[in-house]
């Protein structure tokens, strides 16, 4: 008998091998609960594809591909699911939602839960409380001088190459203008990007860490051992990631132990002064992450969003001409240097359409927002999604739906005078109104609205050279950007 022992081991391996491929081979499209939703073949056996892409900076427009083929739902892997369906946008980011953020949020900013990464609802509700003071209409208006100061300083050194002849890189510009604001607003000190350019430490090693995060999900516990990886650029990404985090731990506490600090008004004082239900403030690696967050969202999607619209706009004479005589009839003609107070732009109909058509065709932040399909799993306009689930909305993807949207990759701000329901339910450059909305929405739009009227009022502008639309194309590693990095105008002041 014991002799027979390894042959009939070998005649049960020989079954269940074969049986076990087959299975295997089958379940993705023929047992598994998500089967009815439709995909690429591929998309049922491995996520690995899709991780390629996200790393490669076309994820959205990968996802957005497929929603063209197969329609509002689509299997991006094997448990993942994206959706462009008008009637998912309320039940999965909705108040009342219980689909829950994933582990995609765990790994982003050295693994420390701050607004943004927060899956606890409870525990999110509680910080929102506590920081939204932060970002009230009412505390905005305590920024506008420190905008205003920091755009006109942007708007003289623009000019100063100008005079010159010089061509100005809008992006670069942008990218320092938007960094010097939001250090400004953060921690009441400035990087001095304006005049130094992008050689701060800081900010190289906030951005640097940013090539490795839309994907540190997908390697879990291996996170761990980054800096052993085998390949170089994820070893200096960690190690980007790292020293920002050493680098802005130094920074909350020398501003804590300051002696003048009671006298500031920015937004690590006010966080300072936050006290949660109990009365207790935020721990100070708690500050130094929520801080940082802000640097990176309210930085790089401005810069980038900038740089977009001014391109589009330049590339229609027509649209220039309604914006200036808008601007005009708005500021008048005396002075073109002020800074226009945002109390004169908010109501300025064709500046507001163009920033919001700008905000839906170039989205700054316009990949997955995932989810998790909550127990005993869901029903979403007639279709089931089991339990544990992957799933999420684009914004690139529900920005250009043809039927909210007439002639989606048109940049047309007009459509916007005549706003519907479904656009609004559909416009989430910020995410989709509920609990989970950007927190500087209203910071945004006055950025947006101070800098375009500041260039526009002030300024004839002019492509310096031929710019084609594939190097304004997006590249994308959660936040996007024009993949040339480079938008180069001559600026000449008006009379």
């Not at 900076?57 to 994206?82: M, Q």
């Not at 914004?395 to 007009?414: I, L, N, Q, S």
Request: aromatic share 12%.
């Amino acid at each position: 008998m014991a002799l027979l022992a390894p042959e009939l081991v070998i005649r049960i391996v020989a079954c269940i091998v074969p049986l076990y491929l087959i299975y295997s081979l089958l379940y993705p499209w023929y047992i598994s609960p998500v089967r009815k939703i439709p995909g690429p073949w591929w998309a049922g056996y491995t996520k690995w594809w899709l991780v390629y892409k996200t790393w490669m900076g076309v994820r959205a427009k990968t996802i957005h591909d497929l929603h063209l083929k197969y329609g509002p739902w689509v299997r991006v892997a094997p448990n993942e699911i994206s959706t462009a369906d008008s009637e998912a946008i309320i039940p999965i980011y909705g108040i009342n939602s219980d689909f829950v953020k994933t582990e995609f949020y765990t790994y982003q900013l050295r693994g420390i839960p701050e607004l943004f990464t927060m899956a606890d609802r409870k525990a999110h509700a509680k910080r929102r409380r506590e920081l939204a003071h932060l970002f009230s209409m009412s505390t905005i208006t305590e920024y506008e001088d420190i905008i205003a100061r920091n755009v006109r300083e942007c708007m003289n050194l623009i000019a100063a190459e100008g005079k010159h002849g010089k061509a100005s890189n809008l992006y670069d510009w942008w990218h320092y203008l938007s960094m010097d604001i939001i250090c400004d607003l953060s921690f009441g000190l400035t990087f001095n990007m304006l005049h130094e350019g992008a050689e701060n430490p800081h900010v190289k090693d906030i951005y640097g860490s940013l090539e490795i995060e839309p994907v540190r999900w997908h390697f879990g516990w291996l996170n761990k051992y980054a800096h052993l990886a085998p390949f170089k650029f994820i070893r200096d990404a960690e190690a980007c990631s790292v020293r920002g985090f050493e680098r802005g731990r130094r920074i909350v506490h020398d501003y804590m132990h300051a002696s003048e600090k009671s006298h500031r008004k920015d937004l690590l004082q006010k966080m300072i002064d936050a006290r949660d239900d109990n009365g207790q403030p935020l721990p100070e690696d708690d500050l130094n992450i929520q801080a940082t967050s802000f640097i990176v969202a309210g930085s790089h999607t401005t810069s980038s969003s900038l740089t977009w619209i001014v391109w589009r706009i330049l590339k229609n004479p027509d649209m220039l001409r309604k914006l200036n005589e808008e601007l005009d009839s708005a500021l008048g003609t005396a002075n073109r240097q002020d800074v226009p107070s945002h109390t004169f732009l908010e109501d300025l109909t064709y500046l507001n359409c163009i920033i919001k058509e700008g905000l839906r065709i170039d989205t700054a932040v316009p990949g997955s927002t995932p989810r998790y399909v909550p127990r005993g799993g869901a029903y979403i306009n007639g279709r089931y999604l089991p339990e544990r689930t992957i799933v999420s909305a684009q914004a690139y993807t529900c920005h250009r739906d043809p039927k909210v949207f007439p002639d989606p990759d048109r940049f047309w701000p007009e459509r916007w005078l005549d706003e519907t329901p479904e656009m609004r339910k559909f416009y989430i450059p910020f995410g989709a109104a509920g609990p989970r909305i950007c927190i500087g929405i209203h910071l945004a739009y006055m950025e947006l609205r101070v800098i375009l009227a500041a260039l526009f009022h002030r300024f004839d502008l002019s492509f310096a050279h031929y710019t084609s639309d594939e190097s304004m194309d997006m590249h994308e590693l959660w936040l996007a950007n024009p993949k040339a990095q480079c938008l180069d105008v001559i600026a000449k002041e008006r009379n």
